[in-house]
């Protein structure tokens, strides 16, 4: 496509459900990336993929939030038994190369709300 | 750690004023550095990057400045207008594991407004 999408856009969860949040990066991107943005604030990273080798998780909160990237493509967040503090927007990025000097392409975000 | 500060918090403008959003960090071993728009509800949108070789870039009204001596960045806007209101972002890519991933390290922003 011409530029990444996410899905759904807005998400409402009870609290302690699961969620999945789906990115697509733009055609052929090598790099992927997950970032938080709480209200407010300015995004926070949480994992990167390089094709479909995670190789960067530090940023992820708690063991409750898992990615994935299967195929090099198409990447699924998962938050399991979500908490209100959970509640931001998360937004997926994805660059060509994933050197310092490539320009990373943001999706519109998928705004999460924990009741 | 690479910290990055955005100043003002928030903007006021009256219409066709030109204006300056202020950008620092704390490393200037950085590789680049991205203005980017948020529209409320919507994603980022990259409006600029500068390579760490350059001074400055422009785009339209836009241009934006770079001294990695002084961990400063500018970007400056030109005849504002109404539909520049929105929040800008100025982020720079940052190594902060042996994973070699460079994230991005972005400032809380600057909500600018400009009046009719």
């Known amino acids: 496509g011409a530029g990444v999408s996410q899905s759904p856009r807005y998400k409402v969860a009870k609290r302690g459900q699961d969620v999945a949040l789906r990115c697509d990066p733009i055609?052929?991107?090598?790099?992927l990336f997950w970032y938080q943005q709480a209200l407010g604030q300015g995004p926070e990273f949480l994992t990167y993929f390089q094709n479909e080798a995670q190789l960067d998780k530090s940023g992820l909160p708690s063991d409750r939030f898992f990615a994935e990237r299967p195929e090099g493509s198409v990447s699924t967040l998962k938050i399991q038994r979500t908490q209100q503090e959970d509640s931001a927007v998360y937004l997926c990025?994805?660059?060509?190369?994933?050197?310092?000097?490539?320009?990373?392409?943001f999706g519109p975000g998928t705004r999460l709300t924990v009741l | 750690k690479q910290e990055v500060t955005q100043i003002p918090a928030a903007l006021s403008v009256p219409e066709g004023e030109n204006l300056v959003l202020n950008c620092s960090f704390t490393d200037s071993a950085i590789y680049n550095l991205q203005w980017f728009r948020q529209d409320p509800g919507k994603g980022l949108t990259s409006l600029l990057l500068?390579?760490?070789?350059?001074r400055e870039q422009t785009s339209g009204r836009l241009n934006a400045s770079l001294d990695k001596s002084s961990g400063r960045s500018t970007l400056y806007i030109a005849a504002s207008q109404p539909g520049d209101s929105a929040t800008y972002l100025c982020a720079v890519p940052w190594v902060y594991s042996g994973a070699g991933s460079y994230q991005l390290t972005f400032g809380k922003g600057t909500k600018l407004s400009v009046i009719p």
């Open positions: 055609s052929g991107h090598v790099s």
């Open positions: 500068i390579q760490s070789s350059q």
């Open positions: 990025a994805s660059s060509r190369t994933g050197v310092g000097t490539d320009t990373q392409y």
